[in-house]
């Protein structure tokens, strides 16, 4: 499985890095400002972050999208979903709901 993460949330960032170090996924740190990386299998956007909306658009045609956020609110998450987010989870937690959802998919 090969992850690819849109943030610039460091704890965030950890916590993914950890998970997908215990679980031999591979991570790939996308720059937000770059062209679609390929051969993901899942990019996680941090919703908190400008041009995340894009981003989930960019990515939908291509993987499963995941997006992350610090406080959910319904137009966001509407918002995100409309862009082609599978689903949006909070970042507490978020490793560990995100290895669940992969380990579901898979």
């Known amino acids: ?5 849109i943030s610039e949330d460091v ?3 950890h916590q993914l890095a950890i998970m997908s170090y215990d679980n031999d996924y591979k991570i790939h ?7 679609v ?4 299998d899942c990019v996680v956007v941090d919703i908190d972050e ?3 909306i894009q981003k989930c658009k960019d990515y939908s ?12 609110r319904s137009s966001i998450i509407l918002n995100a979903k409309k862009a ?3 689903i949006v989870l909070t970042k507490v937690n978020f ?3 995100l290895l669940d959802i992969l380990k579901k998919q898979i």
Request: with cysteine; aromatic share 4%; hydrophobic share 40%.
């Open 11 to 13: 704890r965030l960032c």
């Open 84 to 86: 082609g987010c599978l």
């Open 50 to 52: 400008d041009h995340a």
């Open 1 to 5: 499985m090969k992850l690819g993460i």
């Open 95 to 97: 490793s560990s709901n």
């Open 29 to 35: 740190f996308i720059d937000q400002f770059n062209d």
């Open 61 to 72: 045609s291509k993987c499963m999208v995941i997006g992350a956020v610090a406080e959910p």
């Open 37 to 40: 990386s390929k051969g993901l």
